[in-house]
């Protein structure tokens, strides 16, 4: 999908965002050095199909493309939050946010087995969830400490959050049992 810019709202000089209007989000994109873009597009797509016919429509929406230093690319986010409302970085942060807690469910499901809950009972649901999380915590607060003490960042750099949860749960028994032999306790 590459949206067509009826109008930028801020962010271009007037000549522009007159320049704009009428092209290719991704044609734009190539022009902006950087800048962030917060524009109304035009979004084409085919409605589902009814009683064997498939109407095309279109949508106006709001569409922002944040440069991020870090990726060195431009995040783009398609939202319906009114620019009084929120900010071009504001709307970035906000789908961001959102972004790291569906990663977060992600690994709870995947790696502590939160998405497995062979029980009805409450009291149980409610441990295994507070297990899961706490699951969630050690392992961060470990990934944490690894990175800082890590004399390669470049080679840490490919253990992701995820990456890393697959070794953590993968290895959390023989952990246990090491921390408990430090402690002086036999398991």
């Not at 009291?123 to 699951?135: K, S």
């Amino acid at each position: 999908m590459d949206p067509i810019l009826v109008s930028v709202e801020v962010g271009l000089s007037k000549t522009k965002s007159k320049e704009f209007a009428g092209k290719t989000v991704s044609e734009c994109i190539k022009q902006l050095s950087g800048k962030d873009l917060d524009a109304v597009v035009k979004i084409e797509f085919k409605r589902r199909e009814h009683k064997g016919k498939q109407k095309q429509d279109e949508m106006i929406v709001r569409l922002v493309a944040v440069y991020n230093d870090e990726d060195e690319k431009y995040h783009i986010y398609i939202t319906n939050i009114q620019k009084d409302i929120l900010n071009a970085k504001d709307i970035a942060n906000l789908y961001g946010a959102r972004w790291d807690i569906e990663l977060l469910f992600k690994e709870l499901k995947s790696k502590y087995s939160l998405d497995v809950l062979e029980t009805k009972n409450v009291q149980v649901i409610e441990a295994l969830i507070w297990t899961a999380i706490l699951t969630l915590i050690v392992s961060r607060r470990i990934y944490s400490l690894v990175r800082k003490s890590t004399t390669h960042p470049e080679k840490m750099a490919r253990y992701t959050q995820l990456r890393w949860s697959t070794i953590f749960a993968e290895n959390a028994s023989d952990l246990l049992t090491v921390i408990l032999h430090r402690c002086g306790i036999q398991s």
